[in-house]
């Protein structure tokens, strides 16, 4: 049993340092990015801001043609986007939803319990939906998510607007300096 324990701490620990070794590079990708620091990280941040919708699929169609249309760098809000990982989710979902009942009035104790109760029957709906497409079950299925959709989307946006103005502003600024650091080591003269 204790070597199962050691095991478990040990896999545990190793997911770790594999998850901080691709957050840095990730991070080493943004600052490399060819582009002004204003235009990296306002892509970025629009990266962080689809990351917190609940749009899962679509997070970085939403990212890329937000950033296309502001003329700011694609691959920062594609890169932005990976704030969003199986290890965030919850926090995100969660907030986002607890945050989207407040702002429709809701109780956010009342909200929390009413997304437990129904988080499983729609996970079962969904997965009944997929196995067997009838009109009837589909259906089902969107009248249960949208009693919990409404609240996530609405909180989403919040929790990503907000989570995009504390990313611009630190991105912004390790951009220049990161910049500015490789252009004074690539013309040492200048």
Not at 88 to 107: F, H, Q, R, T
């Amino acid at each position: 049993m204790q070597q199962l324990a050691a095991a478990s701490t040990a896999n545990l620990s190793r997911e770790r340092q594999l998850l901080g070794k691709r957050a840095a590079y990730l991070w080493r990708r943004v600052l490399r990015v060819s582009a002004t620091p204003h235009q990296v990280a306002l892509g970025c941040a629009i990266g962080v801001f689809a990351a917190c919708t609940p749009f899962f699929g679509a997070q970085m169609l939403l990212a890329g043609g937000l950033a296309y249309l502001l003329r700011v760098s694609v691959a920062a809000a594609l890169l932005g986007t990976f704030v969003g990982n199986p290890l965030s989710w919850p926090a995100i979902w969660s907030a986002s939803y607890v945050a989207g009942a407040w702002m429709l009035g809701l109780d956010p104790a009342y909200a929390a319990e009413h997304l437990a109760a129904h988080l499983s029957d729609s996970a079962s709906l969904i997965s009944a939906s997929i196995r067997q497409p009838t009109p009837q079950v589909i259906d089902a299925a969107v009248v249960n998510l949208s009693s919990i959709l409404r609240p996530l989307a609405l909180g989403g946006m919040l929790i990503g607007l907000i989570a995009a103005a504390v990313s611009y502003y630190p991105t912004r600024r390790a951009v220049r300096l990161f910049q500015t650091h490789r252009s004074l080591t690539s013309h040492p003269g200048a």
